[in-house]
């Protein structure tokens, strides 16, 4: 099956910096993809939908300027976590639709300190 | 809006037993339902759906029916081996005019199962 790849698999980082992660289809391409999030025995909340070559759609409540997503081509998007608080530690992951279903990545695990 | 309601976990079996996870949903119109497994350290992968009322999925001993009358998507295994400890969650989507692709999935909580040998 399509494979979604995610890197880095776990980072961490101080408040106060910012942190990139890609999400990259590996065998197909993806106009679309998604950015979840997952707080610990919960559910994966969707945070936006990422379109290649347009800006992405945020569900309410995230905060578009410090969640920036660019999804440059068709196998790239990337989540950038800006100026992070501790709060914003949490298990990032991405899926994209390849031929009539959507694939995750394995996630990303961020921890700020 | 739509949501997904799964039966509270965590679930801990003995190998060979029978597994059912109840799942309930809401929404505005008919919507495609999904499984989804995620196993310790991956993400997630597709289990089985169902796309219309009285369709059941099945996928590796894994059964699910779409039951309209009681928006309803249960999961069932007969008998569950060790291999099947995992995370299951339960979602809805809808799809696109052309009915090739879906938009977003609206997952519930997610159901934490254990098999023991």
């Known amino acids: 099956g399509a494979v979604v790849s995610q890197h880095p698999s776990r980072v961490i980082c101080k408040s106060g910096t910012s942190v990139k992660i890609e999400c990259r289809s590996l065998d197909f391409q993806a106009t679309t993809m998604f950015w979840y999030r997952q707080f610990p025995k919960q559910s994966l909340m969707l945070m936006a939908t990422s379109n290649e070559g347009s800006k992405a759609t945020y569900e309410q409540g995230v905060e578009k300027d410090k969640f920036l997503i660019n999804h440059a081509s068709l196998t790239l998007s990337t989540l950038t976590v800006t100026s992070a608080h501790p709060e914003d530690s949490s298990f990032y992951i991405c899926?994209?639709?390849?031929?009539?279903?959507?694939?995750f990545g394995p996630g990303t695990r961020l921890t700020v300190t | 809006g739509n949501s997904v309601t799964q039966m509270e976990g965590p679930v801990t079996l003995s190998e060979e037993a029978f597994l059912t996870i109840n799942c309930t949903y809401t929404a505005t119109g008919y919507p495609s339902l999904f499984w989804y497994v995620q196993y310790p350290g991956e993400g997630l992968q597709l289990l089985l759906k169902?796309?219309?009322?009285?369709d059941k999925g099945s996928n590796k001993g894994f059964e699910a029916t779409y039951r309209k009358e009681t928006t309803s998507f249960h999961l069932e295994k007969g008998s569950v081996q060790v291999s099947d400890s995992a995370v299951y969650f339960c979602?809805?989507?809808?799809?696109?005019?052309?009915?090739?692709?879906?938009?977003?999935?609206?997952f519930g909580q997610g159901t934490i199962l254990t098999v023991h040998p």
């Open positions: 979602a809805l989507s809808f799809p696109n005019a052309g009915g090739t692709s879906y938009g977003k999935l609206t």
């Open positions: 169902a796309t219309k009322a009285d």
């Open positions: 899926s994209a639709y390849g031929e009539y279903e959507q694939y």
